[in-house]
């Protein structure tokens, strides 16, 4: 399982761990969970290659009320996650989750 997600913003926070936080998103916990492990792909629109990503280390969801309830992904980079292509089916709130390859 994969994910890709529009991210026009470059909403990322560097941690200090050399593992990066992006947020945020509405994405069910139970769906947040099995995606820890899995890679994630972060494009500028959904026909343009990603420009970044790693593997999904963990995941938080947000208290405050700005964007409660949504879920921020903490990541380890990894440079094989740059310049994937996905096709234009299956998209959904700017993302797209591939459960099998």
């Known amino acids: 399982m994969h994910i890709h997600m529009i991210e026009p913003l470059n909403n ?3 941690l200090p761990d050399s593992r990066w936080e992006s947020g945020w998103w509405t994405v069910d916990e139970s ?3 099995e995606l820890v ?3 994630i792909y972060f494009h500028k629109k959904q026909q343009e ?3 970044f990503g ?3 280390t963990g995941y938080r969801t947000q208290e405050d009320e700005q964007y409660q ?3 921020a ?3 380890q980079y990894n440079a094989a996650c740059r310049n994937v292509r996905t096709d234009k089916s299956g998209w959904s ?3 797209k989750i591939i459960t099998h390859d």
């Open 12 to 14: 990322f926070v560097k």
């Open 93 to 95: 709130k700017k993302m």
């Open 31 to 33: 769906k947040a969970k």
């Open 37 to 39: 492990g899995s890679e």
């Open 54 to 56: 790693g593997t999904i």
């Open 49 to 51: 290659p990603s420009f």
């Open 69 to 71: 309830g949504k879920v």
């Open 73 to 75: 992904f903490t990541l």
